[in-house]
């Protein structure tokens, strides 16, 4: 079929490259001209090598992340308590990784086009009209083209999911905030470490010579910080934490270098696609990034819809399919997530993370 993505980020190219891979055309629109990308790190855990093994391009994935086989958990004075084997889910491969943003965006975008993806930059979709046969699409260029499906792949504030799904759930500010930093290294950071406490803070291997800090605060009312003197805020929210944090917090001087994002999350409970228009990712079930999967959700989002989309003949089926197998694992995510945050917020029960971390990694480790 022809299909049009709309949002060239992780969700959306993972789609191209699934799509692209059984012979789909594909066409991707992103809003942003420049299609910049945070200069800081994610995590990718084991089901995402898994799924990167699936999409063809877990080699050049791993030469470009850093892996690691295990999760460090902390206490707030900085004892640890635990460390927690992840499971390898391809064989000789590592278990998880680390890898910069804009790494893994080349990684994506390169494997998208080599599928096929005809990627343009600073355009957006403007109206839809689905006939049942076809969906042409107005285009914030003026043009208008038919495509057989439409894939939402826009983020959480989806333009998409408003204009077929009006009466569907939206974003909502959970209280939080994350605050994320690259840092050198250490020679001695082998896995995922989490600090726990009223300030979560967390430290990523992201390759040989870099790591990167994430740091969720409590943020009521949701202020926004000015990009001037935005590395001494983050600077002050260690203040209170472990001495080891407080001592690498020391070397957050550079405004520019904060990543500061308020944790917006959302889970549509009712149907993720309407006629031919379907939506994947943090369109339907954004997370907050207290268990690492946001990412890997939609990359999964991508696998699954590309096999569905090749069992049925019919795209409804095919849609309503690919979200009945995809709703529950989404929920326990966006769920277990927000219980996290929650507990660190006092506004619910605290949260073992070393029970939660195993619980989250027995479920994604089952096939999706």
Known sequence: MR???????????????????????????????????????????????????????LDRFLDAACGFDAVEVFLPDGSKV???????????????????????QKV??????????????????????DDGKAVTVA????????????????????????????????????????WRYNFPRPADLDALQIYNGPTGVGLVPMSADTMYMFVTTPEPGNPRYPREGLADAMRA??????PQIRAL????????????????GVMVHGDWHKGRIGLLGDAVHATTPHLGQGAGMAIEDAIVLAEELERH????AALKAYRDRRYERCRYIVEASLAICKGQLGEAP???????????????????
Not at 237 to 242: I, L, Q
């Open 313 to 316: 003949a019919d795209v409804d």
């Open 237 to 242: 929210k260690v203040a209170g934490c472990s």
């Open 3 to 57: 299909t049009l993505i709309i949002g060239a980020g992780i969700g959306g190219l993972s789609a191209a490259i699934a799509l692209g891979r059984k012979g789909h055309e594909v066409t991707v629109i992103e809003r942003d001209p420049t299609w910049s990308v945070y200069g800081v790190g994610i995590i990718q855990q084991a089901n995402v090598v898994r799924a990167m093994d699936q999409l063809g391009v």
């Open 82 to 104: 635990a460390r927690i084997p992840a499971p390898r889910l391809v064989e000789g491969k590592p278990a998880n990784v680390g890898i910069g943003r804009r790494a893994l």
């Open 139 to 178: 285009l914030s260029d003026g043009g208008s083209e038919a495509f057989d499906l439409v894939i939402g792949a826009d983020g959480v504030y989806s333009q998409t999911r408003e204009a077929i799904l009006p009466e569907a759930e939206t974003p909502q500010f959970t209280g939080q905030a994350v």
């Open 350 to 368: 605290p949260v073992d993370n070393h029970k939660a971390t195993g619980e989250m990694f027995a479920v994604v480790s089952q096939p999706i």
């Open 108 to 129: 994506l975008g390169d494997a998208a086009k080599e599928q096929g993806a005809d990627v343009r930059l600073g355009l957006t979709a403007t109206a839809f009209d």
């Open 249 to 264: 917090g020391e070397g957050i001087t550079d405004d520019d270098g904060v990543v500061y994002r308020p944790l917006e």
